[in-house]
């Protein structure tokens, strides 16, 4: 059905030209129409302001089948979330409690929680279970915008419970309307079958979990955690490597806990996204700032897990483009609802409202490379966006904590 929308008061379209991410001055540029106006099918078919829209609807040509007034809403492309741990079993609230009365996420760790104790309670649950768990996060986070998701395996770490996740995220991929991006992350911790020979786990993955995972087409992407008391830069390289030998593209957890220079190997081995870079170098900067990864901020973690927040000025000054995304999972960030990362984005990072709109829409979509798809509201791409219940994009960070969503529409269709 072709639709007009018009009066729109904040059109936030991200025209512009989007081949490559936005970096320095652009990542402030998001292209509003105020009293805009916008017409589509399952693709955009025109964008302008209302008083050419009612010009066009004189002469003929628009032809819309249904005609809407959004007086005192915003429109924009919706949120891609590059960056979440979305499948997963089992309840870490306890843990959650442990770190509010003063235990550290490392110690936590130590003692056995953390990330190993989502492994046992994945390993544990059926494929049937791990759907039924992730739909009702992926409902919440459509509910509050998100047009895009990456989710990543991780918590099975071994070569069936990972392909079990894989598996669930496929099942997502054919029950939901969105984009949904599956990665691949068997280097997210070592199992406790290996805790006493890391390098024979990296050679499973090198050698049966990548092989697999590939041969059954179940990844876009394969992640490592490259960090203090994770993996190292060797055992990440060579995980990589191989990775790209199976047609897999990279993205890094890198710098998390500590700089262990992971943000320089991303740039080495052409990363299309490193994460977090919390204690990220300014050696690691510089050459990121030399290739084309984007930098993926995650201000949710650092917030949940009372951290320091990524640099993200400085990251800036160096011409990097930045991506934002939630990190959803249920140990580091429990929550879906990309309105407070960015809430959180402009607050702690230090970003301005128009780069937090540009890194959470056409950069989260080049992060995902599906920049030709979506991230923008341009003729041709399809339309899909979001419509928020109030008068300008500011208020998503000064009224926080609220859902200002009112619907999603997703290929010209509305899906919430
Ligand atoms: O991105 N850093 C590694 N992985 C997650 C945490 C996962 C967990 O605690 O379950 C993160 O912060
Ligand atoms: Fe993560």
């Known amino acids: 059905m072709k639709i007009l929308l018009k009066e729109i008061s904040s059109l936030v379209t991200l025209v512009g030209n989007?081949?490559?991410p936005r970096r320095g001055k652009l990542m402030n540029e998001i292209g509003e129409i105020k009293d805009g106006a916008l017409f589509f099918d399952d693709k955009i078919l025109w964008v302008g302001t209302t008083v050419e829209a009612d010009i066009k609807l004189q002469n003929g040509e628009l032809v819309p089948e249904q005609i809407v007034s959004l007086k005192g809403r915003t429109?924009?492309?919706?949120f891609v979330d590059s960056h979440t741990h979305l499948v997963f079993a089992g309840d870490r609230s306890g843990e959650f409690a442990k770190r509010i009365s003063g235990v550290s996420y490392k110690q936590i760790a130590k003692e056995g929680g953390g990330i190993i104790s989502t492994v046992s309670a994945v390993r544990k649950a059926s494929e049937e279970e791990l759907f039924d768990n992730a739909s009702k996060y992926l409902t919440n986070a459509i509910q509050h915008g998100t047009v895009?998701?990456?989710?990543k395996s991780g918590y099975g770490l071994d070569t069936g419970n990972e392909i079990k996740m894989l598996r669930v995220i496929e099942r997502l991929r054919e029950n939901y309307p969105i984009y949904i991006v599956p990665t691949f992350l068997g280097a997210h911790d070592f199992p406790p079958e290996y805790r006493s020979n890391p390098d024979g786990y990296v050679e499973l993955i090198c050698n049966e979990m990548i092989p697999r995972v590939s041969e059954m087409n179940l990844a876009k992407y394969c992640d490592c955690f490259v960090d203090d008391g994770y993996y190292t830069l060797q055992q990440a390289e060579k995980i990589?490597?191989?990775?790209?030998?199976?047609?897999?593209k990279v993205r890094v957890h890198a710098d998390e806990l500590a700089d262990v220079g992971a943000g320089m190997l991303a740039a080495k081995v052409g990363a299309i996204s490193a994460d977090h870079l919390l204690f990220v170098s300014e050696d690691?900067?510089?050459?990121?700032?030399?290739?084309?990864?984007?930098?993926?901020?995650l201000p949710g973690t650092s917030y949940f897990i009372r951290m320091p927040y990524a640099p993200a000025k400085k990251i800036l000054q160096y011409s990097i483009p930045i991506a934002l995304a939630s990190d959803f999972n249920p140990g580091s960030c429990f929550t879906e609802n990309m309105q407070i990362i960015l809430s959180l984005a402009v607050?702690?990072?230090?970003l301005t409202c128009e780069q937090a709109i540009v890194a959470s829409t056409i950069n989260g979509a080049h992060a995902l490379e599906i920049?030709?798809?979506?991230?923008?509201?341009?003729?041709?791409k399809d339309a899909t966006f979001v419509i928020l219940d109030c008068s300008s994009y500011i208020e998503i960070f000064y009224h926080f904590g609220v859902n200002h969503v009112q619907s999603v529409w997703v290929e010209g269709k509305k899906i919430a």
């Open 75 to 78: 429109v924009f492309p919706g």
């Open 18 to 20: 989007n081949s490559t």
């Open 371 to 380: 920049a030709d798809k979506i991230g923008s509201i341009e003729v041709g």
């Open 148 to 151: 895009a998701i990456e989710i």
């Open 240 to 248: 990589f490597k191989t990775a790209m030998q199976y047609g897999l």
């Open 284 to 297: 690691s900067l510089q050459a990121l700032s030399e290739t084309g990864t984007i930098a993926t901020l």
């Open 347 to 350: 607050v702690n990072l230090g």
